[in-house]
């Protein structure tokens, strides 16, 4: 809460650009990419976006979905090579039946992760995208693309569980002729 009073309402004012980063390599990525927008970069440690993503979390758990959407997208604002904020604002317009725009988050951090993703585990956080892009797909009836996510997904990691799980109920939802939870 202390941290949040500090964050700027935006993260461009005047002629700067701020940004929260995790590592030496994102805050000169940040840095690089204020240049080309002729902004001067003030890259803060992770404690802001932390703060912001861990907030959009905490009011999904409440059910303040607005709220949530806007403290998750604060965050990836603030540190948009970070693929667990991306994949926090993902889980947020998920939860807030945005579909649409949830499977293009899912997208863009899977894109981060083969780009340049600020985290230590690349891999990792790929598959917990492709999860989060197969789910959404789930719910949008589009069952073949969720499929190859999760297959994707267990391309990476053999023993993902939640990819396995998702695979059966694709194949239950589709020996029930059932749809997914919308279209």
């Given at each position: 809460?202390?941290?949040?009073?500090?964050?700027?309402?935006?993260?461009?004012?005047?002629?700067?650009?701020?940004?929260?980063?995790?590592?030496?390599?994102?805050?000169?990525?940040?840095?690089?990419?204020?240049n080309h927008e002729q902004l001067q970069a003030d890259v803060m440690g992770a404690s802001w976006g932390e703060a912001l993503s861990l907030r959009g979390s905490a009011l999904t758990r409440l059910g303040h979905l607005d709220d949530a959407v806007a403290a998750a997208q604060q965050a990836v604002d603030l540190a948009p090579r970070n693929v667990p904020y991306i994949e926090e604002l993902a889980r947020c317009l998920d939860r807030s039946r945005q579909w649409k725009l949830a499977l293009e988050y899912f997208q863009d951090a899977e894109n981060v992760t083969e780009s340049d993703s600020a985290g230590d585990s690349p891999l990792a956080d790929r598959a917990?995208?492709?999860?989060?892009?197969?789910?959404?797909?789930?719910?949008?009836?589009?069952?073949?693309?969720?499929?190859?996510?999760?297959?994707?997904a267990l391309g990476i990691d053999p023993y993902d569980g939640e990819a396995r799980a998702a695979l059966a109920r694709i194949a239950t939802l589709r020996q029930h002729d059932q749809p997914g939870d919308v279209k």
């Open positions: 809460s202390e941290v949040l009073k500090h964050v700027p309402a935006s993260v461009q004012e005047g002629g700067r650009r701020y940004y929260s980063a995790t590592n030496m390599r994102e805050a000169l990525l940040d840095a690089v990419d204020a917990t995208a492709l999860r989060g892009e197969g789910h959404v797909l789930v719910e949008m009836n589009r069952l073949d693309e969720a499929e190859a996510d999760y297959e994707d």
